[in-house]
């Protein structure tokens, strides 16, 4: 397989950690209403503390085969059953990504092409990336995250006079209640696939730089989404957002 540098990990965290919330902002905002945004911002700071602390000890181990990884720590029969739930994971990760992308590309954009052939496609140019090996898919991510912000960072510049900071007082109205815990949870699971990065790490040359490289692409992520959910409440405000 193709070996791959540290600076690919940025493009790989943002194409795996954009997506979830920019598809699913009202699942926070249902809890955390206008102080979503802190929600986000606690749960940025767990992903951060969880990333260091866990690409620590694989550098620490210089171990970087997750196979290995549950096997050594839970035995090989519990370990093995660990690993295969990780897969399925990636695969249920993979079906809902197409899907989603899918429906609301037809949902939005082209209403006359039924939501299968656009899933077809998909999974057709998909499937012709993987073949071709890991350097064709990391150059596809890198394209696609490049084209992504772009139309993030146009849609903000457009929809900057619609916004009005009004919507985002008073903070913690409410306090850091029930709602605002499920809210912080919720934000914390749609950071769940920076897991994904992990079986990458091992086709990574100067491993010694992954922490620093993995940080700037999370980073990254973090005051986008931040920024994003911003946005949506102070454009809309909570009720409209939903």
């Known amino acids: 397989m193709d070996k791959l540098n540290s600076r690919h990990l940025i493009f790989i965290i943002l194409g795996t950690c954009i997506v979830s919330y ?7 905002v249902q809890c955390g209403r206008r102080d979503s945004w802190i929600a986000v ?7 951060i503390l969880y990333a260091i602390y866990t690409l620590r000890i694989f550098i620490k181990t210089k171990c970087y085969d997750l196979y290995n990884i549950y096997t050594s720590a839970l035995g090989k029969n519990l370990g093995s059953i660990f690993y295969i739930l990780f897969i399925f994971t990636l695969f249920l990760t993979l079906v809902e990504s197409a899907s989603v992308e899918a429906n609301s590309m037809h949902q939005n954009m ?14 057709i140019t998909t499937a ?3 073949k071709k ?3 064709p898919l990391i150059i596809t991510t890198i394209a696609g995250m490049f084209f992504v ?4 960072t146009n849609l903000g510049i ?4 619609y916004k009005d900071n009004k919507y985002l007082y008073p903070i913690l109205q409410w306090g850091f209640d029930k709602n605002m815990i499920i809210a912080t949870l919720r934000s914390l699971a749609l950071y769940g696939p920076i897991s994904i990065l992990f079986p990458y790490l091992n086709n990574i040359v100067d491993k010694h730089r992954i922490i620093k490289t993995s940080l700037v692409g999370i980073l990254i992520v973090v ?16 009720k409209k957002a939903l």
Request: proline share 3%; charged share 5%.
């Open 22 to 28: 920019k598809t699913y902002p009202n699942i926070i």
């Open 41 to 47: 911002s606690i749960a940025s700071i767990f992903l």
């Open 110 to 123: 082209i209403l006359e092409t039924p939501t299968w052939f656009i899933l077809l496609l998909f999974i």
């Open 128 to 130: 012709y990336c993987v």
């Open 133 to 135: 090996g890991l350097r």
């Open 149 to 152: 912000m772009l139309a993030g």
């Open 158 to 161: 457009l929809t900057q006079k």
């Open 223 to 238: 005051q986008m989404q931040i920024y994003s959910l911003i946005g949506v409440v102070t454009t809309f405000g909570y």
